[in-house]
């Protein structure tokens, strides 16, 4: 079994392994995801990595399906499984991958794609786990009977891609619907239904940013695949970045946007109701939370799930202080406050009396923090009715949180909030 690693990291970038039937090419791969910030070599099966890429045009398809049928157990743990080379090459064995380069040249993107593969690949085990939980106590999730519309939304120019953008979308059944400014694709983004958005992120007059971080703030929208088409000659902006489902050159044939842009649509993101019920028997009848045996059941699972995928999972906790009067009110404020400002995919649960745990997949302990600070500092902004015609009071809160370290357990996880707090490291509103 190789040496664990650790939870994939984002901000130190994650090790790369290349796999390819040529040397030289294997040589230019990985000098190429070195001058992407990335560390790269000859996979090494002695060790783990964090992310496996596989050279489509050069290997075996036999051998690689084998390959990545034994993976974990040869290395003991399971990296990102990526590809490159078009996803024509063997559809079969591109199934089996988590992500799929269409070009060497797309290799400059690899930070911000594997990034990407790493949150929606967390998202969706999420889904799967919250549905293996649900199913224990008999309840399903919510449904959704929304279909796909057949029509993408183009934001950009009028002149540039459009017509060829329109053309592609077409031999695939698909409709390509146009606005030219930020705000008007906001708009269009409310009155319509679309199966995915294409962006031309190149183009200043439709102010890329500010439409990406409009769709960012609104919760409807978060759950809607975005290609953006980028120079890559320019760095990327923190805002395309954060939104962007994907990303592809402006200069790529229009036939190749579409095609992804199909692809898109059919495998996007799970939807938020694949995440939530609000069943009783699993629910908190006072705070509508997960109950504190459903949540550490699920944690459990999360937890497994993290260690096996090398990715990084927290522990937010958070007391509520109230007098004896004021509890239920206070509690119950301050629930309606983390459901409002959690992630889909994030759990939260109560535990006891006073206190709310909540999981949040795919998040590092610097992430879990900012969480907390929001929920807090909008706790200390608000003020909740403790009872008819009393005084409006302000929810009391502390809070701490710890990250998942290979080789840890529930208890451990649990200890590990548990002594931030003792030694201090809380948060009062």
Not at 156 to 161: I, Q, V, W
Not at 171 to 178: G, I, P, W, Y
Request: charged share 20%; net charge negative.
């Amino acid at each position: 079994m190789g040496d664990m690693m650790g939870v994939f990291d984002e901000r130190a970038g994650p090790t790369v392994f290349v796999i390819s039937g040529d040397h030289d090419r294997t040589d230019m791969l990985c000098n190429r995801l070195t001058a992407a910030g990335l560390s790269a070599q000859a996979a090494d099966f002695t060790r783990s990595s964090d992310v496996m890429l596989f050279d489509l045009s050069t290997c075996n398809p036999a051998l690689l399906r084998e390959m990545i049928y034994n993976l974990e157990e040869i290395t003991g743990d399971r990296p990102l499984l990526v590809g490159l080379g078009p996803q024509t090459t063997n559809q079969e064995l591109t199934d089996q991958l988590d992500l799929v380069l269409s070009s060497d040249e797309a290799l400059a993107l690899a930070p911000t794609r594997f990034r990407f593969a790493q949150r929606l690949l967390a998202r969706r085990a999420e889904a799967d786990l919250r549905e293996r939980s649900f199913s224990r106590y008999g309840v399903k999730p919510r449904t959704d009977q929304r279909s796909n519309t057949g029509t993408v939304l183009y934001v950009g120019d009028a002149a540039s891609l459009f017509p060829s953008m329109q053309k592609a979308l077409a031999v695939h059944d698909r409709q390509l619907s146009a606005a030219f400014s930020a705000y008007t694709a906001y708009d269009y983004l409310h009155d319509a239904r679309f199966d995915a958005i294409v962006l031309d992120a190149t183009c200043a007059n439709v102010r890329p940013d500010s439409f990406c971080d409009m769709i960012n703030r609104s919760p409807s929208l978060t759950d809607l695949p975005l290609l953006a088409l980028i120079d890559p000659d320019r760095p990327l902006t923190h805002e395309i970045v954060q939104r962007a489902t994907d990303l592809m050159s402006i200069h790529a044939d229009p036939a190749l946007i579409a095609a992804q842009l199909v692809h898109l649509a059919q495998f996007h993101e799970p939807g938020s109701h694949q995440f939530i019920s609000t069943d009783g028997v699993i629910t908190d009848s006072q705070t509508g939370l997960f109950s504190r045996k459903f949540f550490l059941e699920h944690l459990s699972l999360q937890i497994e799930w993290a260690h096996r995928r090398k990715q990084s999972l927290s522990l937010l906790l958070i007391d509520v202080i109230a007098e004896e009067q004021d509890q239920a009110g206070a509690l119950s404020h301050a629930a309606n406050m983390v459901r409002s400002l959690s992630r889909a995919q994030d759990v939260p649960g109560r535990l006891a009396d006073g206190q709310i745990a909540i999981s949040l997949p795919c998040s590092d302990e610097v992430e879990a923090a900012t969480a907390a600070r929001r929920i807090c500092d909008v706790l200390d902004a608000t003020a909740f009715e403790s009872g008819a015609g009393s005084q409006m009071r302000q929810a009391l809160v502390s809070h701490a949180v710890a990250s998942l370290k290979p080789g840890m357990n529930t208890d451990d996880l649990f200890n590990a909030a548990r002594d931030q707090k003792i030694r201090g490291r809380g948060y009062a509103a």
